[in-house]
């Protein structure tokens, strides 16, 4: 796939008309080196936002699906996963109000900085094949998801971790 690794979104059209909503979406390449997960990898992200010029500054609000290819922390299979996170940024004209804000020059703005930073903060802190994968016995080590075992602990482990669900 060729993607760009930088998303600028122009402007124009917001700023000649303050308070109109107008839609932005593409799928970019961002350095894989983002996530936290150990031997996974970013493989691209979706985003598709609202933007809207609110006087002189721009609002971005939507989502952005990051398609991750990794390993699962439980039981250590192969994953391939899209993970949907919500964006919602103001991005000030100029000049920054303080150092946690981001700007926007002329009639572009560069996105890019912002969506790195929000894959960093709320990508979750796993990953993992499924919700309920049941990991690997401590004991014997069998993928539980595949196979089952008669150790001791199996029975217990897989209660607590069940108790630990919210749905
Ligand atoms: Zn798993
Ligand atoms: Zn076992």
Do not use: H, W
Not at 52 to 72: P, Q, R, S, W
Not at 74 to 79: F, G, I, P, S
Not at 127 to 135: I, M, S, T
């Amino acid at each position: 796939m060729s993607v760009s690794d930088i998303i600028i979104i122009d402007l124009t059209e917001n700023i000649a008309n303050k308070g109109v909503t107008t839609q932005f979406s593409g799928t970019f390449n961002l350095p894989s080196d983002l996530l936290s997960y150990p031997d996974s990898q970013l493989e691209y992200v979706i985003v598709d936002f609202d933007v809207t010029a609110v006087d002189d500054e721009i609002d971005l609000v939507g989502e952005i699906v990051c398609k991750v290819n990794g390993f699962c922390d439980k039981c250590l299979d192969k994953v391939s996963t899209s993970i949907t996170l919500t964006f919602e940024q103001t991005f000030y004209k100029d000049v920054a109000p303080d150092e946690d804000c981001y700007i926007y020059e002329n009639s572009l703005l560069d996105a890019t900085k912002a969506i790195c930073d929000e894959i960093l903060l709320s990508m979750p802190t796993q990953l993992l094949c499924k919700d309920d994968c049941l990991g690997l016995c401590p004991k014997c080590g069998v993928n539980k998801n595949k196979q089952q075992c008669d150790c001791d602990t199996t029975r217990e482990n897989a209660f607590s971790f069940l108790k630990n669900i919210k749905f």
